[in-house]
């Protein structure tokens, strides 16, 4: 058990730095806008989700080969862009089990004031 946990560790390791390889060798305007994206995840609790980071780097690849601008890419509201990004991969992060937290309170509160719809 214990050589598995260090092999997979050694594992998210090297993703890891191939995905930084990877957004190293975007164009700077895209290289600037994944870092911010990548510093935003980080952050807000979803560090931890590999294949989060390798399809983001996907599609910013993809976005600078066929020329899409980043504003397209990531629309008027890039909070509102990488949080529904982020969404689509549900990982133990932190944030999201004090979101499971906070909306599990509010029910419990709402049945004891009988107002629970």
């Known amino acids: 058990m214990f050589i ?3 092999i997979g560790d050694l594992g998210e390791k090297r993703r890891w730095r191939q995905y930084k390889a990877r ?3 975007l164009p700077p305007a895209y290289r ?3 870092e911010a994206c990548e510093r935003y995840l980080m952050i807000f609790g979803s560090a931890g989700n590999m294949s989060m980071y390798e399809d983001l780097v996907d599609l910013f690849e993809q976005s600078a080969t066929d020329g899409t601008p980043i504003r397209v890419v990531v629309g008027e509201d890039p909070v509102e862009f990488i949080e529904t990004f982020a969404g689509n991969y549900k ?3 932190w944030m999201n089990r004090e979101r499971d937290k906070l909306t599990s309170a509010i029910d419990r509160a709402a049945r004891d004031d009988g107002t629970a719809g």
Request: aromatic fraction near 0%.
């Open 91 to 93: 990982d133990d992060s």
């Open 32 to 34: 600037a806008a994944i």
């Open 4 to 6: 598995t946990k260090v």
């Open 23 to 25: 957004a190293k060798q």
